[in-house]
């Protein structure tokens, strides 16, 4: 394993802890999604199928986390495909602009995918749970993520 890989294994899972205990029991609406925060991070930095292949793992292990009830595989699914879709920004995400751009938008790939697959066969108004749920997590992920990419993302997305 490439030691880069393994300081990102050790902060994904840090990161997993933090989501699941923290962030889920100090916040009750809207919630900053830190997971795909990191695995933007690390998709930029090492491409779509690096990305991918994290956000796989990265979800099967969140959607395990989570406990009964949850559709097992779903949010892998949706991390998966979020890790694709923000690995091929990768080239462009040099600047803190460049890269809320693919967050936001990989964000809202990860919403639409997670949703619309999680409230099948259920009948619910699309734009009440796009405007009291996704969006405010959505902004309130792409602001936390910002400041997370001014501390430490550029230096980390930057290739040597």
């Known amino acids: 394993m490439n030691k880069e890989y393994g300081w990102f294994v050790v902060i994904f899972i840090?990161?997993?802890?933090?989501?699941?205990?923290?962030v889920d029991f100090l916040i009750s609406a809207w919630k900053p999604d830190l997971v795909?925060?990191?695995?933007?991070?690390?998709?930029?930095?090492?491409?779509?199928g690096p990305g991918a292949t994290a956000g796989f793992l990265v979800g099967i292990i969140s959607?395990?986390?989570s406990g009964p009830g949850t559709l097992i595989g779903l949010g892998a699914l949706a991390k998966t495909i979020t890790g694709y879709f923000a690995g091929s920004w990768a080239?462009?995400?040099q600047e803190p602009s460049q890269f809320i751009f693919i967050l936001f938008f990989s964000g809202l790939v990860h919403d639409v995918?997670?949703?619309?697959?999680s409230t099948l066969g259920i009948e619910i108004e699309w734009w009440v749970l796009?405007?009291?749920h996704m969006f405010g997590s959505l902004l309130f992920t792409t602001i936390v993520g910002l400041l997370v990419y001014l501390?430490?993302?550029?230096r980390v997305v930057e290739k040597e």
Do not use: N
């Open 14 to 22: 840090a990161v997993l802890f933090i989501q699941s205990t923290v």
């Open 36 to 48: 795909l925060i990191t695995l933007v991070i690390f998709a930029a930095r090492y491409g779509r």
């Open 63 to 65: 959607d395990v986390m």
């Open 91 to 93: 080239r462009i995400a």
């Open 113 to 117: 995918l997670y949703f619309s697959i």
């Open 130 to 132: 796009l405007q009291w």
């Open 151 to 154: 501390l430490v993302g550029r």
